[in-house]
């Protein structure tokens, strides 16, 4: 069964035998893109699904006939499009920066959603009036700083069907340049059997960079209106409509800027072993990568340095720093093993041993959803009561309605497949055991065996030894000192 290590392997022998860096058409650089699909894939492969899920969408707007409406609706439905795209460029004013979010990072703050990642920063620096909140997704009814949402979604809605009616008088010039690009494809379906389904023939990526150049015309006028210093992504990729705006924002020498929301270690192949990139970088890639930590800033200088202007700083963890701020009177309560999930099986997550586990555990285990889990609390309720496990001896709770930083401070012990909390675990001292050979691979330069500890399931004094963890951690003290939180518009 393939690795993460041996997926690295596989896209760098593809990147070393390709000009891939020199792959353009219409004026886009579209390796970062088919590279990213290619990774997610192999991902896919890796826990033995059969289609993408999650990682890797396509652009939010959605497609509509003219040819099926009416022409009194379609006039009716234009004019109405024209208005509102024309009230939304009016109504823009300018921001020191622009955030691009997602509802899978927020988190329920009383009455309202909050931005873990942008709204600590909003807050703690009074930026309510500096910004806005590009919702690239779902939005919520209420949020933070809610004067500062965009639904990105409707707004680019309404802008397509008009531009779709300009492009029709618009002469299409095309400038393709994809040297063994037919060899390179061949190459892809001979090793993956479902490869197809990335759709990167070279007819699909004249219409991917089409999109990308439609799109390029909302996003030009947006930031010539606003004037942003910068543009913050977390995580700009995978998503049609982010790479645009990266895209946009460079053409325009705007600070594009990917805010850690996640591991970035070297096996992770958005951030890790760009062998082949541009002196100016790519230009569907931002140029500045704010990282939580010494680890993250090391993986993406070892590639970023080959290039003139691609740079990385460590900002730290905002959100955690907040939470602490505004928990000045923490009590530690160390009392649960908290288990966070991946995007994995649930079968496999809660396979037979760790079920033996939180069955004979001494301490009540917190099993913490992941924000793009397929599954809900009564799926995993339903399983554990068919293997018998009491619902006393757990509780599950949705990253999005509790805190991750508020669960660390009654937590004993995190236990991960791979799920970046560790890291946050360990920025607060929450010792962590990983029981998944690839979140060894993942995380082998944070296992220190003080606060992150690698149990291979497989053995058979696995369970001793997890026990042993418990009781040596039972001294293990809280980190609560607190740092400052990043400015985005001072940095």
């Not at 497949?417 to 944070?446: H, Q, T, W």
Request: aromatic letters at 14%.
């Amino acid at each position: 069964m393939n690795t993460h290590l041996l997926i690295k392997q596989k896209i760098l022998f593809l990147e070393q035998s390709f000009d891939v860096d020199k792959w353009n058409v219409n004026g886009i650089h579209i390796w970062p893109y088919i590279r990213i699909k290619l990774y997610f894939l192999l991902l896919t492969n890796l826990n033995d699904e059969d289609k993408i899920k999650c990682q890797e969408q396509s652009s939010v707007v959605k497609r509509r006939s003219f040819y099926v409406l009416k022409k009194v609706q379609l006039v009716f439905s234009l004019i109405i499009c024209f208005f509102k795209n024309e009230l939304f460029f009016f109504r823009l004013m300018p921001k020191k920066v622009i955030f691009f979010g997602s509802h899978i990072h927020r988190v329920k703050h009383k009455e309202y959603y909050f931005n873990r990642f942008f709204d600590s920063m909003v807050d703690s620096h009074n930026l309510q009036d500096l910004v806005y909140m590009v919702e690239h997704q779902k939005v919520y009814d209420v949020n933070f700083n809610q004067k500062a949402i965009i639904s990105l979604v409707q707004k680019l809605k309404d802008f397509t069907m008009i531009q779709k009616l300009k492009d029709r008088f618009k002469k299409k010039n095309l400038d393709v340049y994809l040297e063994d690009y037919n060899v390179f494809l061949e190459l892809l379906s001979k090793e993956i059997p479902n490869v197809q389904s990335l759709s990167i023939s070279e007819n699909d990526m004249i219409r991917w960079t089409k999109k990308i150049k439609t799109l390029d015309v909302f996003y030009t006028r947006m930031f010539s209106k606003v004037k942003p210093e910068k543009i913050i992504f977390p995580g700009y990729y995978a998503w049609d409509n982010l790479y645009a705006a990266v895209f946009t924002a460079n053409k325009l020498k705007i600070r594009t800027i990917d805010f850690q929301h996640g591991p970035q270690t070297n096996v992770h192949m958005v951030f890790s072993s760009w062998t082949k990139i541009p002196d100016r970088g790519y230009g569907i890639m931002p140029t500045e990568y704010w990282t939580w930590d010494e680890n993250s800033k090391i993986n993406i200088d070892k590639w970023a340095q080959k290039t003139s202007n691609v740079i990385s700083k460590i900002v730290g963890q905002p959100y955690l720093e907040y939470w602490k701020q505004k928990n000045k009177d923490l009590v530690e309560e160390k009392k649960i093993v908290l288990y966070s999930l991946q995007l994995m099986p649930l079968t496999q997550m809660l396979s037979d041993i760790i079920i033996a586990l939180i069955i004979n555990s001494p301490k009540h285990w917190k099993i913490r959803l992941h924000p793009r889990n397929e599954f809900d609390k009564r799926d995993i309720e339903e399983y554990l009561d068919s293997k018998g496990v009491k619902r006393s001896s757990y509780s599950i709770h949705d990253s999005k309605e509790c805190p991750l930083p508020e669960v660390l401070t009654t937590t004993h012990l995190h236990v991960t497949a791979f799920s970046g909390c560790l890291i946050e675990a360990k920025m607060m001292g929450i010792p962590s055991v990983i029981i998944n050979r690839v979140g060894k691979e993942i995380y082998k330069d944070y296992i220190d065996n003080e606060l992150v500890f690698y149990l291979n399931q497989d053995e058979i004094d696995f369970k001793d030894n997890f026990y042993k963890l418990i009781e040596k951690n039972d001294m293990t003290i809280l980190v609560i000192a607190r740092n400052s939180i990043v400015n985005p518009i001072l940095t």
